[in-house]
């Protein structure tokens, strides 16, 4: 996991309440995801960044909303969590984006993982 | 869209064994493929990438082969250790903007 952190690890919040995952990376990758994982779906992309305050929607962007204000930081918001919403989250980086000669570009690196309950 | 199916859902061999797992994936129009190994509780730790112009790749006790035109593409693991206990997740990078995975084979290796 070294170069990108995910905040909090854990959390339990209520239905209606609103939550906000912060991913921190420090090897100035362009490329910021957010997938969440579910037993039986695999991972799968909520939204994704492209730049600074370039971002765009994901395969289940419903309920959620992301923020990427500086390079190094992608912020996932739940503005009013629903108990489908308890998953892992994960945040990945990738220093390319769909395709460079350099394969090591291509490698997408994830955080730890951030567990949410939403009771 | 893209589905990616990895069988069998778990594996169970003792150790010393060699073993393979398998990926398949519907559209073969990819840009790569990525073998990762999950442990309990962690994130996800890439283990190989496979540009879709090559065929495989090796990195230790590990190969990955990738047949683009059948869909499929494997990972070979050599001498199995209980220490390669976890999940492995295979996943494909298409011309969308998306990394479809699978949904793991769980390995157990058995001392």
């Known amino acids: 996991d070294a170069g990108i952190t995910q905040s909090p690890r854990h959390k339990v919040t209520e239905t209606g309440t609103p939550v906000t995952l912060r991913c921190h990376q420090t090897?100035?990758?362009?490329?910021m995801y957010w997938y969440r994982q579910d037993p039986g779906h695999g991972l799968r992309l909520i939204h994704y960044?492209?730049?600074?305050?370039?971002?765009d929607k994901g395969e289940v962007s419903d309920g959620y909303s992301v923020s990427r204000s500086k390079t190094e930081d992608f912020l996932l918001t739940l503005e009013s969590a629903t108990s489908s919403q308890t998953s892992v989250y994960f945040c990945?980086?990738?220093?390319?984006?769909?395709?460079?000669?350099?394969?090591?570009?291509?490698?997408?690196?994830f955080g730890a993982g951030s567990r949410l309950t939403v009771l | 869209k893209q589905e990616v199916t990895q069988i069998p859902a778990a594996l169970s061999v003792p150790e010393g064994e060699n073993l393979v797992l398998n990926c398949s994936f519907t559209?073969?129009?990819?840009?790569?493929l990525q073998w990762f190994r999950q442990d309990p509780g962690k994130g996800l730790t890439s283990l190989l990438l496979?540009?879709?112009?090559?065929r495989e790749q090796t990195s230790g006790r590990l190969n990955a082969s990738l047949d683009k035109s059948s869909g499929r593409s494997t990972l070979y693991i050599a001498a199995s250790q209980p220490g390669d206990s976890a999940t492995y997740l295979c996943?494909?990078?298409?011309?969308?903007?998306?990394?479809?995975f699978g949904t793991g084979t769980r390995l157990t290796v058995i001392p």
């Open positions: 990945a980086i990738s220093h390319s984006y769909t395709y460079s000669i350099d394969s090591g570009a291509n490698v997408l690196t």
């Open positions: 090897e100035n990758h362009r490329y």
């Open positions: 960044s492209y730049g600074v305050k370039d971002t």
């Open positions: 559209d073969s129009a990819i840009y790569n």
């Open positions: 496979i540009q879709s112009s090559q």
């Open positions: 996943a494909v990078k298409t011309g969308a903007n998306n990394l479809f």
